[in-house]
């Protein structure tokens, strides 16, 4: 309205000036009428003057109104920055994963608990280091706390199963990532990265066993073995020397069995570098073997007793520290137990009772091979 208003007057004052300028010409001819128009004119110019004062007066009042308005604007940014400030608080939050193979279902399960709420996902990779073209990728959303799927990977050929599990920001929806942000910003974790990513991962040996039979000396078939470690089950119908050994393309052996007579038990091998391996077996009867490169989805816990009859593979779940080992054996004839194939931890022969010590480095599931004719028994302390 006072732009309108200051307009009005501007063209007013135009008008009125132009007819004082006439009125001054008009004036010098000395005619009465002439004057009188000359006074009307001193009177327009009056009004020319008001009017410019109208508009000096009017026309700063919108700009002061604006200046005021752009005054109290930053009040307001201030305010939504604290409401959003306030919003931004960092979550403490709890992540914890497992990731397992089950050979005997060919499936990898995986599980977990989080104080993440519910929507949130967890994503996975499984790929096979051995074929690249393998891998299997997939989303589980947490609900009360808790995630969990089991992934078939029947499809897979035998290798080694690589499986990733983790938080991503980029994963998730609008919602969650304003809640614990685009790069995580607002979420407090101890294994959290640089991109606000949680990841767990695990690696697998999938392989199926090898079965092999025969009778008498025989040479296998070469099979393929992938680096790590082998347990061959083996068992023989005879009543002479049973002999068993493990060979690679190169010359390269190793004696698993030596008995005589017949024969049922379990040996482990630690395998170098994936290749191809055959056995060589010495008997005068039928035998079987049984070639296997995985951990048994159930294992031993080191709170519990292992105790067996002949030789065997123990799987143990073993936590990191220096451990006090207890053995004891009732057989007659040689009792060797090694750890993970490597650490030779008894080499006796007949009736054995003792006890060690041992470092285990990390938490991790341990290989307990014995060698023995009798019963035996580990205590762990």
Known sequence: MAILFGLFAFFAA???????????????????????TMIASVGSFGAMVLSFVMMGVLLPNDSSEDVARADEEPAEEEEVDEVEESESEVH?????????????EDEIHISGDTSFEDGVTV?????????????????IEVQDGEFAAKVDISSFQDGEVHAVLGYYPFAQTEDITEKYGFEGEYIGHDHIDDFGEIRFEETFVRSHPVELSGSGDTATDSFSLNAGFAVINATHQGSSNFALYLKDEYGGQDLLVNEIGNYDGETFAVIPQTDDFYLEVKADGSWEASVSQTIPEEVTNEDDSIEGTGDSVVFVDMSSGNKRLSFTHSGDSNFVVRLNGQNLLVNEIGHYEGTQTFMFNDDDVYAFEVLADGNWRIDID
């Open 92 to 104: 403490s939050v709890e992540l914890d994963a497992s990731i397992n193979f089950d050979s005997t």
């Open 123 to 139: 994503t996975y990779t499984i790929s096979n280091l051995d074929h690249m073209d393998e891998f299997i990728e997939g989303d």
């Open 14 to 36: 135009f008008a009125s000036f132009g007819l004082l300028v006439v009125a001054f010409i008009l004036f010098f001819t000395k005619r009465e009428y002439f004057k009188r």
